[in-house]
Structure formats: C-alpha cells, structure tokens
C-alpha cells in the first residue's frame, strides 16, 4: 500500500476537481469521512499519512454524477444529520422553510402529518423541536419509509411512521397538514440535471405532466382531513405561485400565506380552511 500525507492529496484531488467542474470542498469533505475527522482537524492535519486508493475510488462515483450526499450517506437538515441514500430524496435547505412555519403555527399538542416523509426529514424535525406536538409521517414508498425509521430511531423521534397512498391508510384530522411532494412537470424533470434525474427517486421529484397532479389530489383529499381552523403547510416549485393559488381557491382554501425561500422565490404556501 503506497501512502502520501495529506496535504498533497488533497492539493492534488482539489485541484482535479477544479478541473472537472466538481466543488473542491467535496474533497474535504469525503476525505474528512474517510479519515473520521472534522474539517477543522483535516486542514491542521495535513502531515497524516493515507492510502489515496480509497479516496479516489469515492471520487470516481462523484466524477460520474453521483450526489455527494449519497456518497458520503448523510446530510445535514434543520442541524440534525439524516441518513440518506438512493432511496430517498436528499433534504433541500429550502425545505427547512416548512419546519420553522410548522413550529412557528402549530397550536400546543396539535396532530400534525408530514404526507410523502422521505427521510423523514420535516415529520422528526418537527417532533424534535417541538416535543408537544403528535406527528405521522406518511409515504407510499416502503423503500423510502425504511430510511425514516432508521432516521427515527438515530435522533430518538416519536413520530409515527406509515405507509399510504395520501390518505388513504390513515384515519382521523390533523392541525397541520404538511408537505413537501413531487411537484416537477414530467418535461422539466427531463431536463432535470443527470445527477438529480438519475440517481434521486423519480417518484419523489414528478407526479405527472402538469406537475400539480399531487397537490391537487392531496388538497381534495385535505377537506376532510383538517381540524377546525387548520393549516396545510406545503412547499411548491419555482413558477408554480399562481397556479396553485388558484388551485387552491377553486378548492375553497384561503391562501394565508406565499413564504419566500432565502432566494427570495415564493416556496412554501399556508392554506386554511377558513370560510367552509
Ligand atoms: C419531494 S419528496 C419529499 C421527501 C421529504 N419530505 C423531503 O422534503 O426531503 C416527495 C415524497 O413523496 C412521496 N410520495 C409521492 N407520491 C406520494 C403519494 N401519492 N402518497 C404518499 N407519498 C407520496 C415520495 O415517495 C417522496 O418520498
């Protein structure tokens, strides 16, 4: 086994990445993995010495498009790590969003369900930071509601986990109702970039060809589902404001709220129930 230090593999493979277009902190970071060190401790390190095999051969898989997060097999979401790999959509900051208007609005005690969970990533953050609250964390995908329960489990969450089509499996009203669910147009999912359409699930990114097609069924399905003055909290795409503000309408759902993501894009919207 042929060793180098440190720092001149990681001059050397920073700088390949560079040059292949990859971020050179996906080095830092793999390498800090592999060697179970803190970034900090990988840049005051630099004479340890390793065998560069192992770190090429994580490198290769991100060269051909995989998502760090699925290399590295976490990520980080609302400061809690989630395990995530092929099975699930990775966390988008973005998503974050839902959380803090969830935890912000939700009355104490209030039944709250996370419809498409994923890694769970919304439904435990949401329990872990406001322990008074009962969440359900549902999905339609058992490959997907595996990861949550590992994910349930790492971080000590009480969130109830269960597979359903929506609502279909499940009985009972909720307070809030949160989501955030495929809302890619089957056209723009095509032109989505290699390393999201082919490694992230596709059931998780598009529902159809308008895009709405689970938004929709899951506001027909909401109506019966909301307590007395609850709230639906769901997170939407880039351009679909006025779409879904009409859908929303024609629902009879008072739009209360578009919340703008840190980019300033309309992303999460608050529905009520107000007026039936
Ligand atoms: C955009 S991902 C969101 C995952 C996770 N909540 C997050 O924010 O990272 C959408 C999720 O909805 C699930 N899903 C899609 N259609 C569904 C349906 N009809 N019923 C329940 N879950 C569904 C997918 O399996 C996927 O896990």
Known sequence: MATERLDDVRARLRQDALARGINPRDVDLLLADLLSLSLASLYARGEIELDPARIDAYLQRRYTGEPLQYIRGHTEFYSRDFLVDDRVLIPRPETELIVETAIERAPRGARVIDIGTGSGCIAISIECERTDLRVTGIDRSFDALAVAETNRKRLDSRVSLAASDLFESISGTFDLIVSNPPYVPRAE??????????????????????GTEVIERLLDQAHARLAADGLVIMEVGYGQEDAIREIAETKRYAVDAFLPDLAGIPRVVVLSAHGW
């Open 189 to 210: 999912y095509e032109q989505l970039a290699t390393e999201v359409r082919v490694h992230e699930p596709r059931m998780a990114l598009t529902p159809g060809p308008q």
